[in-house]
C-alpha cells in the first residue's frame, strides 16, 4: 500500500513537471533567428505607385485570406499596390478594407489567399523588453533589427506611441514589431532624423478600433485621400490672372482646372511661369503635378 501511494505521488509530480514544462515552452523566449523565421513568411514589402511616384514600406498579414497591415502614409495618393512576400511572389492588392489616418493604419485585402498570419500581442509594451523589427528599411528587403522599448507609452500630437531603440528607416514603415516571443505588439512608423534610434511604433491593439467595412477600390481610395497640389503652368503672357490673395485658383481655364482638381481630391493653384520654372519648382517640393497649358 505504501509502495502504491508512492507510485501516485511521483506520477502526480511527473504529470505537474509535464504540465509546468509545457506552459514554460509556449511562453520561452526565441532566439533572434527562431523570431525572423517566424516572421518572415507573415511579413511582406509593399510597393506602392502612381503617375510621378513610387514608395516602398512594409506590412504583414493579419489573417489566412491575404489581408496586410501597413501604414495609412505608406499607401496614400497612390494608384497601384502590390505586396512581395519572403520567396518573392507578388500580389496585387484589391481593396483598402480599411483606413484611419489619424492613426496611419491601413487595412488591405490582396491576391494572396493562403497567407500565414502574425500572432498578436494583447498585453501593452513595457518599457526595458526586448523588442525585434522586420521590414524593407531603403528598400533592403528583409531587414532585421533587434532594441528595447525605450518608452511603453510616448505621447506625442495628442498620440500614443511605442519608444524603441531598434534602428529602423525610411521602408520600414508599417512593418511588424514583435516581441521576444515573435507576437505582434505594434507597427512600426516612424522615427527622428537628428535622433540616435530614437524611433516609434503604433501599438497593435488600435487596429480594432478601424472599421474594415469601409471597402474602398484603389481608385476610389485615391480620389478620396489624395491630398496633393495641382500646378497649371501657363506662359507669362498667355493669360492674365487676379485675386491671387483671395482665389484658391485663378487665372485661364479656371472651370476645367477646378473639376478636374475636385474630382482628385486635389488643390489647384496657377503659375504664371515658363517650363524651366515649373521644373524647378518640381524639384523643390513646391508642387506634385504640373500640366502645362499652352
Known sequence: MKIFKFGVKILTLFLTTILLCGCNADNKDL??????????????????TNDYQTSTGSGFHIDEIGTVVTNYHVIEGCTDV????NDGGTYSVENVLGYDKEFDVAILST??????????REEPATTGEKIYTLGSSLGLTGTFSEGIVSTAQRELDDKTFIQISAPISSGNSGGPLVDSKGKVLGITSAGFDDGQNLN????????????????????????????K????????DFAPYSD???????GAHVDLAKELAHRLGW???????????????IENDECELALGIE
Open 31 to 48: 532566439s533572434g533567428e527562431e523570431i525572423f523565421n517566424k516572421l518572415s513568411d507573415s511579413t511582406v514589402e509593399i510597393t506602392a
Open 200 to 227: 516609434l511604433a503604433i501599438p497593435i491593439s488600435v487596429i480594432s478600433q478601424i472599421s474594415c467595412n469601409q471597402n474602398y477600390s484603389l481608385e476610389d481610395f485615391y480620389y478620396e485621400t489624395a491630398e
Open 267 to 281: 488643390a489647384v493653384e496657377f503659375l504664371p511661369t515658363t517650363w524651366e520654372g515649373i521644373f524647378e519648382a
Open 229 to 236: 497640389v495641382f500646378v497649371v503652368a501657363i506662359e507669362d
Open 111 to 120: 491576391t494572396r489567399k493562403n497567407s500565414l498570419p502574425v500572432e498578436i
Open 244 to 250: 491671387m490673395e483671395n482665389d484658391v485658383c485663378y
Open 82 to 85: 502590390f505586396v512581395t512576400t
